[in-house]
């Protein structure tokens, strides 16, 4: 009997939800095919069924890893989406951590350049989307907008990365408060 036409589908969801989960926590190196399908509780063989190259499936669970990230902050608190809620979200030790979401434009940063040109693009378009998404929340000229958005943008991703890549947890987190106040553009606390 024929699978339904949306068994592959979900069939095929699950094996991104997987990669996605294993690639942002754990690298492109470090992650085989078979760790993606023993994940999704699916045999090798299956994989092939979806995806032609390992490098296909990186791309493609980039971005969904980029839409569950944005789906978790919609569903969040941040009922209407407010933009200082979400970059102290984005930069937090939870986020350091991984435990809200793993945004894959900070945790897979070392990795991108190293990756063929289908998964640079699908980085490029999903930054792309980062940096319209916050355009969206900010008043002003097109070119300085445009400008502003760039410069947060790269303030919390390289905020994030640079965290995480840091063993110091009380540096980690003056680092991401330091990157709060600058993109929220607080006063810094004068020291006790």
């Known amino acids: 009997m024929p699978w339904h036409p949306e068994h592959k589908q979900q069939t095929r969801e699950r094996i991104l939800l997987s990669a996605a989960k294993l690639f942002t926590r754990d690298g492109y190196e470090n992650v085989s095919i078979n760790n993606v399908m023993t994940d999704a509780g699916l045999t090798r063989g299956a ?10 499936l990186y791309a493609e669970a980039i971005e969904t890893s980029a839409r569950q990230g944005r789906a978790r902050i919609e569903e969040s608190s941040l009922q209407p989406l407010e933009l200082n809620a979400l970059i102290k979200g984005y930069l937090s030790q939870e986020h350091r951590r991984g435990e809200l979401l793993s945004c894959p434009l900070a945790f897979l940063i070392t990795d991108i350049s190293q990756r063929d040109d289908q998964v640079r693009d699908t980085y490029t378009r999903v930054f792309k989307g980062f940096v319209n998404n916050l355009c969206q929340h900010q008043e002003g000229e097109a070119a300085e907008v445009k400008t502003q958005a760039l410069q947060t943008a790269v303030m919390m991703i390289g905020g994030v990365a640079i965290a995480r890549a840091i063993n110091d947890d009380q540096l980690a987190e003056v680092l991401l408060e330091a990157c709060q106040q600058t993109v929220l553009q607080e006063p810094v606390p004068e020291p006790v």
Do not use: R
């Open 47 to 56: 994989f092939y069924s979806h995806f032609a190259t390992k490098s296909e």
